[in-house]
């Protein structure tokens, strides 16, 4: 399987999703660059997290317009899985691969600790290997990931099962308390309409390794690879290399 | 030698300096010239009032690739790999515009790590403010968090620890200290010296503009009440994202090979680090100006040579490498313009419109003449030794008191609006152990662990036992993390050196530095001095901050300060009786910074650090802390409250209870550990001549303490001094969510 990791300039988490693609999770796992506009072949894109274009203008909105997001377009069109991490996942939602937008975080501060998180769906290729109402352990580190969506847009996300993961106390309920950056319906990840592009505000790569606190974010890159051996035959992927 | 100066000219020379200059040029120097002399001879970049006093400190040791004397020191840490380490003061800048300020202090240090071929992947910060109930120094201080963050986050070096204390004499001058790790291949090493004669000299990076002219002269002088207002375009304005790209692209030119040398535009921009690159090679520089890439137009000479714009690097390269370097810088899109030569003839030649403008040896730049500056024991200094005061009695509202005190409070306030776990490398990360741990994913199992220390407070009492005491601390978290220390860097904050008094407690700093690295055989390997640290209230205290890196073997065998159960035993660890001498109890408590802090017995303390980290590696504890403000009592109600775990514990006493419970020393550690392992930890207590003692045990939701009293162990009955919940203790300690939230 290849996994094919999009650096935008200011990216800064490309180098830690190769390495627990490459050295934990022991698979393919190629750079592409941002002014390219190719996805080079991969089964998998990865939008890491970072300040992409310094995040100027807002976060993501530079971004959006790189020469590779065309190519990303018309990767996810054809149904290939795209996750975005953190900036990836504003990326996306500028880029208008996932619907509603990032405000700044209701304390108006960065903030960098780790979460809990329910999963919602386990439709996407990258929770199919999750149980809905499973509570997850993670990371975040942002300054603007308070999910915003306009009422109607927010209710069919609910309806079509789009949103992806919510963030939780241990025990997997929705306090007050356990919604780090003042999150829609504490919202921390959602997919398209075929689920097939999700986003997330988490960092699944820095919960990948136990000697870091958690391997919960390991369970989604697993859950993809599942997913791309069940829906390609062998036979395919030998050829494609 | 020239004497110290009372008068400066616009340059900032004064008239020995000027005369120093002729003697160097064999003639007077035009007014450009002039201008270079008074950036590159000032405080901040010639090191005039301490480079002599620096040169006690020992900086040698068996790990040691690189000292002293480059952009950052560089210790062997095995299999290959090497880290590069350095601290650097941004005082001046941040008191002006703190988001800048701070920002670009990190910006800084990043690259002076990067100018040595290496990756950062570490940053630590020690900040001094004044108190929090001032509405001023809030805004400083939470402008100064905000610009770490927003340069440390973007530019994804994860910040791993640091310290924040307050005391009053910091209120016009806040201390922003910013340390840096970064991990290069040891065969790879970049360096300064430039050479070749035939050698191109590349400017790489952001265009230069008017930001931060005579900046480094700035932070050579008092802040005056006008300062804010005044000095706003000596501050440098930094671009975390451009930043970010020169780390990528630097570090992808220099694996490219044809980099013969490089270096950092910083202090004094491109005239310090054409000077210096240039001296340091035994060589000259031809530049021209006109092709320095400019941000505005109509800049003039020494603007040009003079800015301080943030994220540009000078490149001594092969010229046949020129076009694939600069391919490099452009497809990250950065500037790169070959803007001059190396040559044979040592001397710096500036030419602009094709008339040379600048000619002069760069070490008459680079090598600014040293001062012995007076020394004189300030009168005030034996008159703080005595302390008399009585105990408060009640332990349980001076154990919250103390929790909530800023010096003591949690920083996660603060630690959560950096990313400290970018880079996925974070083992231990801030506040979760006395020393952070990072894992070299490189060079499996090992890591490093990084700590800092320096108490102004002790050293105002005593600057020769506070030095000892800033090194032997942060030797001691090291050895909760399990770490063996390969090196020290240090920032030396103080005031006016002009002042004989400021400089005795200089000097008396920088040995105790320097007696307890030996004492230790640490090697100092870089730092930085900034005196001149006043305000119309005065000088701060003397401020030597020292930050550590150690070599972790194993990163699953190191120490976290939370207790992880019920049933464990507690054991204190005591190489030192404790003192109320200097404490943060005096202060908290009792109002007062007085008496003589204990001087550290470095014989004990080795064999004590032993003992740590023998049980650490060998996986004996579950918890480890180093006592530190507030004493043991301190020190176990943080490992309860970052535990969520209760203790109950009898302290050993020789006579009042409130040095028993609040008393600090170096020197003492409280540990938890499995029942079965106590017998272990007396072996080794045994094996290293170190005194233990089983003090509790953890369990419930309470904090219980009482000391002994002087007539031995206490029984059962005897009452708890202290006996407070644990939501009352957590609640204490994050009084500081107020400032920063």
Not at chain 1, 6 to 19: E, I, K, Y
Not at chain 2, 209 to 230: K, M, N, P, Q, T
Not at chain 2, 498 to 520: H, K, M, N, S, Y
Not at chain 2, 628 to 640: C, P
């Amino acid at each position: 399987m290849r996994f094919g990791v999009v650096v935008f300039p200011g990216s800064n988490c490309d180098r830690d999703c190769l390495h627990v693609l490459r050295s934990v999770l022991g698979q393919d796992a190629d750079e592409l660059w941002s002014g390219e506009a190719s996805t080079s072949g991969a089964d998998v894109l990865i939008l890491p997290g970072g300040f992409a274009y310094g995040d100027y203008l807002r976060a993501g909105a530079v971004a959006a317009t790189a020469p590779i997001m065309s190519a990303v377009r018309a990767f996810a069109a054809r149904g290939g899985p795209v996750l975005g991490i953190c900036n990836g996942f504003q990326v996306l939602l500028e880029a208008g691969l996932l619907p509603g937008a990032m405000l700044r975080n209701r304390s108006l501060r960065f903030c960098c600790t780790t979460v809990f998180l329910r999963v919602e769906s386990a439709r996407t290729p990258f929770t199919r290997g999750l149980r809905e109402g499973q509570v997850l352990r993670m990371p975040i580190a942002h300054g603007e990931g308070s999910y915003y969506a306009p009422a109607a847009l927010a209710e069919r996300l609910g309806q079509e099962e789009r949103v992806v993961f919510r963030y939780c106390d241990a025990q997997g309920r929705l306090r007050e308390g356990a919604n780090p950056n003042g999150s829609l319906h504490h919202i921390a990840g959602v997919s398209s309409a075929s689920g097939n592009v999700v986003g997330m505000m988490p960092h699944p790569e820095r919960a990948s390794e136990a000697l870091l606190g958690s391997t919960d974010g390991r369970l989604l890159f697993e859950s993809v690879l599942a997913y791309l051996a069940g829906t390609r035959p062998d036979n395919d992927l030998v050829a494609r290399r | 030698m020239i004497q110290t100066p009372a008068t400066r000219d616009a340059a900032g020379l004064t008239r020995d300096e000027h005369e120093e200059i002729t003697r160097r040029l064999g003639r007077d120097p035009s007014a450009l010239e002039r201008l270079l002399f008074g950036v590159m001879w000032s405080e901040h970049c010639g090191y005039k009032h301490s480079k002599l006093t620096l040169r006690s400190l020992p900086s040698d040791g068996p790990h040691l690739l690189q000292g002293p004397g480059e952009n950052a020191g560089v210790m062997d840490i095995g299999g290959g790999w090497a880290v590069a380490f350095k601290m650097e003061s941004h005082n001046h800048p941040s008191a002006v515009d703190p988001y800048n300020g701070a920002a670009t202090g990190v910006g800084g240090i990043i690259r002076d790590i990067l100018s040595m071929g290496a990756r950062p992947i570490a940053l630590l910060d020690s900040l001094r403010f004044g108190p929090f109930e001032d509405r001023a120094v809030r805004r400083l201080a939470t402008g100064i968090v905000a610009g770490i963050a927003g340069y440390g986050n973007c530019v994804g070096v994860p910040t791993v620890g640091g310290e924040i204390l307050t005391d009053p004499r910091y209120r016009g001058n806040p201390i922003v200290n910013v340390a840096c790790l970064g991990l290069v291949r040891a065969d790879r090493i970049a360096r300064s010296r430039a050479s070749g004669d035939t050698n191109l000299v590349m400017y790489v990076g952001a265009r230069t503009g008017r930001d931060g002219i005579g900046g480094a002269a700035f932070a050579s002088e008092e802040l005056d009440e006008h300062a804010e207002r005044d000095d706003r375009s000596s501050v440098q304005i930094g671009d975390p994202f451009t930043g970010k790209l020169l780390i990528e692209a630097t570090l992808e030119a220099l694996a490219s090979g044809g980099v013969v040398a490089v270096q950092d535009m910083g202090a004094a921009g491109l005239t310090c680090a054409a000077s210096e690159m240039a001296a340091r090679g035994g060589v000259g520089m031809r530049l021209d100006l006109d092709a320095v890439p400019l941000r505005e137009s109509g800049m003039r000479p020494d603007e040009i040579l003079r800015s301080e714009s943030q994220e540009r690097m000078l490149l001594v390269i092969r010229p046949q490498a020129a076009g694939g370097l600069a391919a490099i810088f452009r497809r990250w899109g950065l500037a790169a313009v070959v803007i001059g030569t190396v040559t044979a003839e040592r001397a710096l030649v500036v030419e602009q419109q094709g008339r040379d403008v600048v000619t002069v040896p760069p070490y008459a730049l680079a090598d600014a003449p040293p001062y012995r500056p007076a020394a004189e024991e300030p009168a005030w200094l034996r008159a703080q030794w005595t302390v008399t005061v009585p105990d408060a009695g009640d332990a349980a509202r001076a154990l919250l008191a103390l929790l909530a005190s800023p010096d003591v409070a949690s920083k996660q306030p603060v630690f959560q609006q950096y990313d400290h776990s970018v880079q996925v490398r974070t083992v231990v990360g801030p506040g979760a152990g006395d020393a952070a741990v990072l894992r070299v994913q490189e060079l499996p199992p090992k890591g490093v662990a990084l700590t800092t220390a320096g108490n102004g407070r002790l050293c105002g009492l005593d600057p020769y036992r506070g030095a000892r005491l800033a090194v032997a601390e942060c030797a001691a978290a090291l050895a909760c993390a399990g770490a063996e220390p390969l090196g020290v860097t240090d920032c030396l904050n103080f005031g006016s050196p002009e002042r004989p008094d400021v400089f005795w407690t200089f000097r008396q700093a920088v040995a105790g530095i320097a007696d307890a690295c030996r004492a230790l055989r640490i090697p100092v390997v870089g730092g930085n001095v900034s005196f001149y640290n006043e305000s119309p209230e005065g000088p701060i205290p003397p401020t030597p901050i020292v930050a550590m890196v150690g070599l972790v073997e194993d990163v699953t065998r190191t120490g976290r300060i939370a207790f992880r159960g019920e049933g464990d035993v507690v054991v204190l660890v005591e190489g030192a009786p404790p003192a109320i001498d200097g404490s943060a109890y005096l202060q908290v408590i009792h109002g007062t910074a007085a008496g003589r802090p204990p001087d550290v017995d470095f014989q004990v303390h080795r064999r004590v650090l032993a003992m740590i980290r023998d049980t650490v590696r060998g996986g004996l504890v579950r918890s480890v802390h180093d006592c530190s403000d507030g004493g043991v009592a301190v020190a176990l109600a943080e490992s309860a409250i970052a535990g969520g775990v209760g203790v109950e514990a009898t302290l050993p006493s020789a006579g009042r209870r409130d040095v028993a419970l609040f008393g600090e020393g170096p020197s003492r550690f409280v540990l938890s550990a499995a029942e079965d392992a106590a017998g272990g930890l007396r072996a080794l207590a045994e094996e290293h001549q170190v005194s233990m003692v089983v003090v509790g045990r953890t369990g419930g939701d309470r904090v219980r303490l009482r000391a002994s009293g002087p007539t031995g162990a206490a029984s059962d009955g005897c009452p708890w001094d202290v006996d407070l919940p644990l939501y009352d203790l957590h609640d204490a300690y994050h009084a500081l969510s107020e400032v920063f939230a």
